[in-house]
Structure formats: C-alpha cells, structure tokens
C-alpha cells in the first residue's frame, strides 16, 4: 500500500522519543541515556531520515521499548519484522542495498508503523497487528520488494532482489524489546537458512 507522504513530520517525531526542541531531554543510549538539546530539522535528523521516515538505529530501538511499555500496560499487540536482502558476504553491498530498501518499504506499510535502519538487519513494528495480519503484511513487503529493481551504486545496473524476513508478535513471542529483537533475529536467520526468500514467523521455536 502506498503514501505519497512517507515523512513524518518533526513534531510527531518529538513525541514519539519524548524529547522537545531547544530543550534539554534524553533520548536511551547504551548504559543509560544521553541528554540532548537541539532545535528544529536538525534535531529531528538525529534520530530518523526526516525525508523517508525511516529511523535510526537507537531511536528506533527507543521506540521498540515504549510500544512494549504501552502494550503491556493496555493489554494490546503489535508485531515486529527484521528483513535482510538476500546477497553475499559483501558488506559494502548490504549497506547501500538495505538503505535503498529500508527508503522503499514505508510505501508498503501503514503511516503508523515505524521502519528503522539498524545493524543487523532493517525492522519494521507493525502496530495493532499479530499473528496471521502481521505474517501477511511481512509476505506482501516481502514480495513487493521482490518486484522492485534496485541499483547498487549511481553507475550500478538496476536488479531485482529477494530478501528474508523474520516475523515476531507480542505477547505471544515475547513481553520485551530484548526478547522480542532475539526471536525475530532467529527467524531471520532460519529464513535464510532454508534458502531465503520467505518470512519465517513465531508460530513456534526457531530450529
């Protein structure tokens, strides 16, 4: 599914991390938090592509952590999808083709749903969607994705690329960000393992 704004703007931003412009906050950093005192475009550039929508890695790790809070304090589900396209060992590679295809997929999913750039892999949080919703929203990315010719490079040719998925939901696959991370990570492990190109979902223990 398409949008043709796939920003979000600065304010909802600011909300979402719990930090104001031009006023000291913190945002969660390894071993605690970090405060931060910024203004504007440039402070929201900090935690996420203000263009595409797409956030960083500690932000989007933050985010992970409130929506855990929030969905166990009102009882309510959410789900979450790490996709990694299937290449070869060739770091340089992976890097520019999961930042092309972490700008693609926010026209896949909803407004509401939070896509990040993160080391291991590109997430996605689904909100209000689990089980056999979330596992068919992780197929449609996965097979629009599929039809999407990518470029590696300004001079590279244009190829069409698969990528594997790992699909997880809360509550069922875990009550934290810590957990729920882990078991999507091994589903995305066993997603490549079994040849990529498919999603590998919670509906038991990863092998």
């Given amino acids: 599914m398409g949008r043709e704004n796939v920003g979000i703007s600065g304010a909802v931003a600011q909300n979402l991390l719990n930090v104001r412009p031009g006023i000291v906050g913190t945002i969660a950093v390894p071993g605690g938090s970090e ?7 440039d402070f929201v550039s900090e935690f996420m592509d203000t263009q595409t929508g797409v956030f960083h890695e500690e932000a989007f790790r933050h985010l992970l952590t409130r929506e855990a809070g929030r969905a166990t304090r009102y009882q309510d589900f959410f789900s979450v999808c790490l996709l990694r396209p299937d290449l070869a060992d060739d770091r340089r590679q992976m890097e520019e083709i999961e ?35 979330a596992l068919r929203v992780a197929e449609r990315i996965r097979a629009s994705l599929e039809q999407v010719a990518f470029r590696e490079g300004p001079e590279g040719r ?4 698969t990528v594997s998925v790992g699909n997880v939901s809360f509550p069922n696959d875990g009550h934290t960000d810590s957990i729920l991370l882990s078991q999507a990570l091994a589903y995305l492990e066993q997603a490549v393992q079994r040849g990529g190109n498919q999603v590998s979902h919670g509906s038991g223990s990863p092998d």
């Fill in 35 to 41: 405060p931060v005192i910024q203004e504007g475009r």
């Fill in 99 to 133: 930042r092309a295809i972490s700008e693609k997929i926010p026209e896949f999913v909803r407004a509401t749903d939070f896509v990040g750039q993160m080391s291991s892999a590109i997430a996605v949080i689904l909100l209000h969607t689990a089980g056999t919703d």
């Fill in 158 to 161: 244009p190829q069409r690329l």
